[in-house]
């Protein structure tokens, strides 16, 4: 698994920037903060397309068009011969479906098995019609409100016989309506602990700017005064990766919050204009819980257990057609000076192209130092992590810390510490960019989206 190095690098530079951001009052464009943007790919979409209003599709033979729930791409590539990315487009009116029984239907000429997985294995295997039409209900009774990843797979040989030689897999992820929405039980890290705050994203308290002093780029930056939660970028305004961190106050706003979940979407456009002013074709987001002047308006923690609940996106496919995605959750010092350098504690790193690993990591820059050596964990805890929801925590104590992966310590290290080895202040952050020097290519949606339940904080 190849090493992150971008987001430290990054860091370092953002961490000793931010007084010259809050010195300006305006969010700069920075140099040196990003990485260069592989051409994007075309993953496996194509001509094809399904007319969901119309209920047709253009689909041919060794094809397969999801017509219940509705995508409006087509599923052409064969992953036995040339595997490609999987994500496909659904609307949002078409992805909000009950708990209960719902019917979906396929066309799959040239396929004589079908099937739709959720949670790593088959729910269904749909009925053989005629033209190459399968159908079948998909129990999700027992389904709680929130995102659903949903996989059709269809192959051209018989259920159980693996002498297929085309084989077509499309992702959709269905919007469940359930009720209530399903609370998390306590942390096993913070037995013994209070919790301080949390976010439920009953909806996004964030901004890039200060009100009423223009629109990002061209703004006054925003302190905590302002009354936000969340600024729109890392500390200074500027981003990283192959894909610009975009914001509310424009048309190219990537975050959606759906009955108390926030979706962070990176989207591909190829008219889109870069406003850092690299010609990047995709735009996406992070937020941030301090803001470059060091203020927050969380309550100030420096020991405890903060967990964030995330569904991450699937990105992987063969070489050279990877999706490039990177998610992360993570957090960094927010009062930090020349003396006391600045601490990155990462509860965790994904990357598309390995959907089974994750890595979390600590570091220190500047003045600050550090014992530790590697990752506090790295590697595959429990499969495929983009099926369903992970919990990933860190237990941070004066001395050490620890990663949890749903509830388990997967491994620990000391913590880094400023020069002066005062106690620091964070500021908590969650992000999906893309690159990290993987190859970024665009799956049949022209988008990834990283949906995240929760954030609690305890201490």
């Known amino acids: ?132 039409m399968f159908s079948g209900n998909l129990d999700l009774s027992k389904e709680p409100t929130g995102p659903l990843r949903a996989r059709f797979m269809a192959w051209n040989s018989a259920p159980g016989d693996n002498t297929y030689t085309v084989e077509l897999i499309g992702e959709e992820t269905l919007f469940i309506n359930a009720g209530a929405k399903t609370p998390s039980p306590v942390p096993a890290g913070a037995a013994g602990m209070a919790l301080a705050w949390q976010d439920q994203f009953a909806t996004l308290n964030a901004t890039p700017c200060k009100p009423a002093t223009g629109v990002w780029p061209n703004c006054t930056a925003p302190t905590a005064s302002d009354g936000f939660t969340y600024l729109e970028n890392i500390g200074n305004g500027s981003d990283y990766g192959d894909c610009a961190f975009d914001h509310t106050d424009g048309k190219y706003n990537p975050y959606t919050v759906q009955s108390g979940f926030l979706r962070i979407r990176a989207t591909y456009d190829p008219n889109y204009h870069d406003p850092y002013g690299y010609n990047r074709k995709w735009y996406c987001g992070l937020l941030r819980t301090a803001f470059a002047d060091g203020s927050s308006n969380l309550p100030a923690i420096s020991y405890g257990y903060f967990e964030f609940t995330i569904l991450a996106p699937n990105a992987a496919a063969a070489t050279g057609a990877t999706g490039g995605t990177w998610p992360a959750v993570w957090q960094t010092t927010r009062k930090n000076t020349a003396a006391t350098g ?49 919990r990933f925590g860190l237990l941070v104590t004066p001395t050490t810390v620890t990663s949890y992966f749903d509830d388990k310590p997967m491994g620990s290290q000391p913590i880094p510490q400023y020069a002066d080895k005062s106690a620091p202040l964070w500021g908590w952050m969650m992000n999906l960019a893309m690159g990290s020097g993987w190859p970024v290519n665009a799956p049949p949606a022209k988008h990834y989206d990283m949906w995240i339940k929760e954030i609690r904080l305890y201490r």
């Open 1 to 132: 698994m190849k090493i992150c190095g971008v987001s430290r690098a990054a860091m370092a530079f953002v961490l000793f920037s931010a007084s010259a951001y809050a010195a300006t009052g305006t969010v700069p464009i920075q140099e040196g903060t990003v990485t260069f943007m592989l051409p994007p790919g075309s993953g496996s979409g194509g001509a094809p397309v399904t007319d969901c209003v119309g209920k047709t599709t253009t689909a041919t033979t060794n094809q397969m068009a999801i017509l219940a729930p509705c995508s409006q791409n087509v599923i052409t590539a064969n992953q036995k011969t040339a595997p490609a990315l999987i994500a496909m487009d659904i609307t949002d009116a078409n992805a909000a479906v009950n708990a209960g029984l719902i019917p979906v239907s396929v066309q799959a000429m040239g396929m004589q098995n079908v099937e739709v997985w959720t949670h790593g294995s088959m729910a269904v295997r749909l009925a053989a019609g005629a033209s190459g």
């Open 342 to 390: 600045s601490i990155e504690l990462d509860e965790a790193e994904l990357y598309g192209n390995g959907p089974a690993y994750y890595q979390s990591g600590a570091g220190a820059y500047g003045a600050a130092t550090t014992t530790a050596t590697g990752f506090v964990y790295a590697g595959n805890p429990n499969g495929d992590l983009t099926w369903d929801w992970h």
